[in-house]
């Protein structure tokens, strides 16, 4: 049979992803920020999509048109803000109409306006309480002032520049002075003289190299640092292993005048940097409400605060693709409709599957609901998806980045799927988070003079709880929580305090 080329025609069925389907699928892990500023940019760039109105704003179109035709003097006094205006508009003095308050709203009236005109208030509308916050200064232009202060020769504010480039977020030197020195081409003495009259600079210990240092800064300025505490400091290591008898021996000091200089070395701040160029913090809203029903079972509701809410413009539509001429007109027109119908039923459809997902939830982790962390069952994305019928990813999809406000507080969606400890008795399996749970009361209500060992607490939650858990997965589950081991947990407790 000879080789040749040649057409044919198939038929096959195939599975393909458009651009707007994975967008949509984009759409459903995405926060309600970030969903709100997607949608922001569609209604920029689609003239067919127009905000949807909410009950509030019709509300005050309905007020602002009942006010703005009063059918008589009654109702229309009833809207006047005071006899002043209510006399001005009847075309007499207010002590015709009101002489038992002659001066009264007068008074007030101007004081309204001149409290109003001080303000640089328009139109009756009050400035936003965020124009009067004012911005923190960056980090870097706030050691800059201080380092022309502090230093006058042009090759000092030159090392000083340096030394402000190659701060870490701590507020620590990330290099070497000797790096510095050899890239300047200057003496170690020389960037070493400058570093030593940074430390000075707000806040205090900002250019440390390390954090005994940081800490030694402090101190000096607070007149707290003698050979003692100098002495404390060289040999933080002992304290973080919390072996204090042979600290003790190394300073000089008995165990009161220990206690005392850790409690003043507690009161410092060995991050001197964190406190600026911080990000601000952000307030989570939740994405659910779930509440108690009335009926004893549980209500479920979308936050409609953060879902934005678009409309497609038919109308408008209409109009202007009466008056399309052109091919590249009418194209436009076509896919700007194709697109305001997708982004609608885009954002219908993310609602109600994060409706769907959240019942499920709610289904499976009623216990926790009521009962608290110890009743949260073990719970996978998979069982969720064959549940409700849906693929593994979009369960996956649906619960990043979300929040669910619950009588238990607030939590992200993924708090509610754990891993799976199994029973010792047969009998339903405990979650991860649960176990965590009762390992960690098990340490805080420990007997300082009995710590509990791995091997002890898995025997405890086995005879106590039904937890078939190893002493491994106990070790586990403690450095998670970052708890120490029975060892330092001892030193802890026996040797100090």
Same mark, same amino acid.
């Given at each position: 049979?000879?080789?040749?080329?040649?057409?044919?025609?198939?038929?096959?069925?195939?599975?393909?992803?458009?651009?707007?389907?994975?967008?949509?699928?984009?759409?459903?892990?995405?926060?309600?920020?970030?969903?709100?500023?997607?949608?922001?940019?569609?209604?920029?760039?689609?003239?067919?999509?127009?905000?949807?109105?909410?009950?509030?704003?019709?509300?005050?179109?309905?007020?602002?048109?009942?006010?703005?035709?009063?059918?008589?003097?009654?109702?229309?006094? %009833?809207?006047?803000?005071? +006899?002043?205006? &209510? !006399?001005? /508009?009847?075309?007499?003095? @207010?002590?015709? =109409?009101?002489? #038992?308050?002659?001066?009264?709203?007068?008074?007030?009236?101007?004081?309204?306006?001149?409290?109003?005109?001080?303000?640089?208030?328009?139109?009756?509308?009050?400035?936003?309480?965020?124009?009067?916050?004012?911005?923190?200064?960056?980090?870097?232009?706030?050691?800059?002032?201080?380092?022309?202060?502090?230093?006058?020769?042009?090759?000092?504010?030159?090392?000083?520049?340096?030394?402000? %480039?190659?701060?870490?977020? +701590?507020?620590? &030197? !990330?290099? /070497?002075?000797?790096?510095? @020195?050899?890239? =300047?081409?200057? #003496?170690?003495?020389?960037?070493?003289?400058?570093?030593?009259?940074?430390?000075?600079?707000?806040?205090i210990g900002i250019f440390s190299r390390d954090v005994p240092e940081c800490l030694a800064t402090q101190l000096?300025?607070?007149?707290?640092?003698?050979?003692?505490?100098?002495?404390?400091?060289?040999?933080?290591?002992?304290?973080?292993?919390?072996?204090?008898?042979?600290?003790?021996?190394?300073?000089?000091?008995?165990?009161?005048?220990?206690?005392?200089?850790? /409690?003043?070395?507690?009161?410092?701040?060995?991050?001197?940097?964190?406190?600026?160029?911080?990000?601000?913090?952000?307030?989570?809203?939740?994405?659910?409400?779930?509440?108690?029903?009335?009926?004893?079972?549980?209500?479920?509701?979308?936050?409609?605060?953060?879902?934005?809410?678009?409309?497609?413009?038919?109308?408008?539509?209409?109009?202007?693709?009466?008056?399309?001429?052109?091919?590249?007109?009418?194209?436009?027109?076509?896919?700007?409709?194709?697109?305001?119908?997708?982004?609608?039923?885009?954002?219908?459809?993310?609602?109600?599957?994060?409706?769907?997902?959240?019942?499920?939830?709610?289904?499976?982790?009623?216990?926790?609901?009521?009962?608290?962390?110890?009743?949260?069952?073990?719970?996978?994305?998979?069982?969720?998806?064959?549940?409700?019928?849906?693929?593994?990813?979009?369960?996956?999809?649906?619960?990043?980045?979300?929040?669910?406000?619950?009588?238990?507080?607030?939590?992200?969606?993924?708090?509610?799927?754990?891993?799976a400890i199994s029973s010792s008795s047969g009998d339903d399996d405990h979650s991860a988070t649960a176990v965590?749970?009762?390992?960690?009361?098990?340490?805080?209500?420990?007997?300082?003079?009995?710590?509990?060992?791995?091997?002890?607490?898995?025997?405890?939650?086995?005879?106590?709880?039904?937890?078939?858990?190893?002493?491994?997965?106990?070790?586990?589950?403690?450095?998670?929580?970052?708890?120490?081991?029975?060892?330092?947990?001892?030193?802890?407790?026996?040797?100090?305090?």
């Amino acid at each position: 049979m000879a080789l040749a080329p040649r057409l044919e025609l198939r038929q096959a069925q195939t599975l393909k992803l458009t651009p707007q389907l994975m967008q949509s699928i984009k759409l459903l892990q995405l926060s309600h920020q970030e969903l709100s500023t997607f949608v922001e940019a569609e209604l920029l760039h689609n003239p067919l999509l127009e905000r949807g109105e909410t009950d509030d704003n019709a509300a005050e179109t309905e007020v602002q048109s009942s006010s703005a035709d009063p059918t008589d003097i009654v109702s229309k006094g %009833e809207q006047m803000e005071s +006899a002043v205006s &209510l !006399a001005s /508009e009847m075309d007499t003095d @207010a002590s015709n =109409l009101f002489p #038992e308050q002659v001066g009264q709203d007068s008074v007030s009236q101007s004081t309204t306006n001149w409290q109003d005109a001080k303000s640089g208030i328009a139109g009756g509308e009050r400035a936003e309480i965020d124009q009067y916050v004012s911005s923190q200064k960056p980090l870097s232009d706030h050691l800059s002032e201080q380092a022309r202060l502090i230093l006058r020769h042009p090759g000092d504010l030159l090392i000083a520049s340096a030394l402000i %480039e190659n701060l870490n977020e +701590a507020g620590y &030197l !990330a290099v /070497e002075l000797q790096q510095v @020195a050899d890239q =300047l081409g200057t #003496e170690f003495g020389h960037v070493e003289a400058v570093q030593q009259a940074l430390l000075g600079c707000d806040p205090i210990g900002i250019f440390s190299r390390d954090v005994p240092e940081c800490l030694a800064t402090q101190l000096k300025e607070k007149d707290r640092l003698d050979p003692m505490m100098l002495a404390l400091l060289e040999n933080l290591d002992l304290v973080a292993a919390h072996k204090f008898k042979p600290l003790m021996k190394i300073v000089g000091c008995d165990q009161d005048d220990l206690k005392d200089m850790l /409690e003043e070395i507690k009161r410092l701040n060995p991050r001197p940097g964190m406190q600026y160029e911080g990000a601000p913090v952000q307030t989570v809203v939740p994405d659910v409400f779930i509440r108690r029903g009335n009926d004893g079972g549980w209500q479920i509701e979308l936050n409609n605060e953060v879902l934005p809410n678009v409309l497609v413009n038919r109308t408008y539509y209409a109009e202007v693709s009466s008056k399309a001429k052109k091919g590249e007109e009418k194209s436009y027109l076509a896919e700007c409709l194709q697109t305001a119908n997708w982004l609608t039923k885009s954002l219908d459809q993310r609602a109600q599957t994060i409706l769907k997902v959240t019942k499920e939830i709610v289904r499976m982790q009623d216990g926790f609901l009521l009962h608290g962390v110890s009743h949260l069952k073990p719970m996978t994305l998979k069982m969720v998806a064959e549940a409700i019928d849906m693929h593994e990813s979009t369960i996956s999809r649906v619960t990043a980045n979300k929040y669910v406000a619950t009588p238990r507080g607030l939590f992200e969606m993924r708090f509610f799927f754990t891993s799976a400890i199994s029973s010792s008795s047969g009998d339903d399996d405990h979650s991860a988070t649960a176990v965590k749970h009762e390992i960690k009361k098990l340490i805080d209500a420990e007997d300082p003079k009995k710590i509990l060992s791995d091997d002890k607490i898995a025997a405890i939650l086995n005879e106590t709880q039904n937890m078939g858990i190893a002493r491994r997965t106990v070790a586990k589950y403690r450095e998670a929580m970052d708890i120490p081991s029975s060892v330092l947990r001892r030193r802890q407790k026996r040797e100090l305090l």
